[in-house]
């Protein structure tokens, strides 16, 4: 199983995007796949047609209530499931400030769950907060979806450096890559100066 977490501290560079469309190439591709909405925005969860307000199982259950992964699952589709986000999850990080090891509560949850998923993407909210955090501790890569402009450039930099750090105190095997569009001209321009060093799938953290 391998546990991708998309991520950016900038909103709009489209981890929700990516996210859904390699978790419906994967399944189309006979995998079985898993999609965790980590965003108390809940883009993912309103884009499968899931009510983030109601009472059904979500990320927040699982987080702060101790429900088992398994039971916050709802299918949406042929080898093809979503965790969803719920209005209260914005209230998770203070909810656990006094709990143990609050930072791997994610981690032990999936840990813990007998499942047969070959996927699970992790779609996070756009901060370095604690549910940032909890996915940087479980995932085997982090993907950075960005635009490659100034102000996401100067985001970036704080993201790779949270990286690094949950890499050396929680999860050694964490991995960085990252994609991005080069269809407006400044990107092209940004790139080309050699402002931007990721291209396609890249493994700046060793395993």
Do not use: W
């Amino acid at each position: 199983m391998r546990v991708l977490a998309f991520m950016n501290q900038k909103g709009g560079v489209g981890k929700t995007t990516t996210t859904v469309n390699l978790g419906a190439a994967l399944a189309q591709a006979g995998k079985n796949v898993c999609m965790i909405d980590m965003d108390p925005q809940a883009h993912l969860t309103i884009n499968y047609g899931l009510d983030p307000n109601s009472e059904q199982a979500s990320l927040y259950d699982v987080l702060v209530n101790e429900t088992p992964l398994l039971e916050s699952i709802h299918s949406v589709g042929e080898r093809l499931a979503v965790i969803p986000s719920h209005i209260d999850l914005a209230a998770a990080e203070v909810e656990l400030v006094s709990t143990l090891g609050r930072e791997l509560i994610l981690r032990k949850r999936i840990e813990s769950a007998s499942h047969d998923f070959d996927y699970i993407l992790l779609d996070c909210p756009p901060s370095l907060g604690l549910l940032t955090i909890n996915a940087l501790a479980v995932a085997d890569d982090v993907m950075i979806p960005m635009q490659p402009h100034f102000l996401a450039l100067q985001g970036m930099a704080k993201l790779l450096e949270t990286v690094q750090l949950v890499a050396k105190r929680m999860n050694p095997k964490l991995g960085v890559g990252g994609n991005y569009s080069d269809h407006v001209r400044f990107t092209s321009q940004v790139v080309a100066r050699g402002d931007f060093r990721i291209t396609g799938v890249h493994r700046a953290i060793p395993r």
